[in-house]
């Protein structure tokens, strides 16, 4: 079974911090990526990465970057803290060329004051 | 833009019965969609694809339905039961691997 694992369940920052989030899959899988899920607005691609060292910008890449050093950790950084970063953050990982589905963890509630 | 619509935020039903989710899409170049199901508090898990060259792909009570001239697919479960009550997200993918994702849809079955 794909086991993705999020560092951090619940998480409280405050603004200006600089915040973050650790994703570690088991499945040797090339892609990862970081959404968010807001009420009504349904999962939004932060950044995804196709494999170690690459990375591309998804639909909201702007206050966030990623790493991608080694393939199963992908870290998503929030520069410097906001409270409309205040959100659920999920990682999920994916075989290269493949219509296998993304496995997701279990998200980072992530509350910023 | 919103490439990918549940334009259902909720849907109620009996438990026993049919539920129905929709979803629109509108970029003709997506060759692969799929649902998940989404807990509070948990990630989404997979729950059914389907080929942009099939019209329809079953899973023992899932069923979805894809209906491409009319850029529409839907999911059915039948019977639903109580443990079907979550939220379902319907997704798109392009050759990339990217999914787009739609807003969701909270299903409530009663018991």
């Known amino acids: 079974d794909v086991k993705v694992t999020q560092s951090s369940r619940y998480l409280v920052k405050r603004t200006g911090e600089k915040v973050f989030l650790e994703c570690v899959q088991d499945?040797?899988?090339?892609?990862m990526f970081w959404y968010r899920q807001d009420p009504g607005l349904g999962l939004r691609l932060i950044y995804f990465?196709?494999?170690?060292?690459?990375?591309e910008k998804g639909d909201i890449p702007e206050g966030y970057s990623v790493s991608r050093e080694k393939k199963e950790r992908f870290s998503l950084i929030l520069e410097s803290a906001s409270t409309n970063q205040t959100s659920m953050y999920l990682c999920?990982?994916?075989?290269?060329?493949?219509?296998?589905?993304?496995?997701f963890g279990d998200g980072t509630r992530l509350s910023i004051l | 833009d919103q490439q990918v619509k549940q334009n259902s935020p909720s849907l109620s039903v009996q438990e026993g019965r049919i539920s129905i989710l929709n979803c629109d899409y509108t970029?003709?170049?997506?060759?692969?969609f799929l649902w998940y199901k989404k807990y509070p508090a948990e990630g989404p898990t997979f729950l059914i694809s389907i080929s942009s060259i099939k019209d329809k792909n079953e899973d023992g009570r899932f069923t979805v339905f894809l209906n491409k001239s009319a850029k529409h697919l839907s999911l059915h479960i039948v019977p639903s039961q109580p443990g079907d009550s979550a939220v379902y997200f319907c997704a798109a993918s392009l050759f990339t691997g990217k999914l787009i994702f739609g807003q969701g849809t909270t299903l409530q079955v009663k018991p």
């Open positions: 970029n003709s170049m997506f060759d692969y």
């Open positions: 499945m040797d899988h090339e892609n």
């Open positions: 990465s196709y494999d170690v060292k690459m990375k």
């Open positions: 999920a990982s994916k075989k290269e060329y493949s219509n296998q589905p993304q496995h």
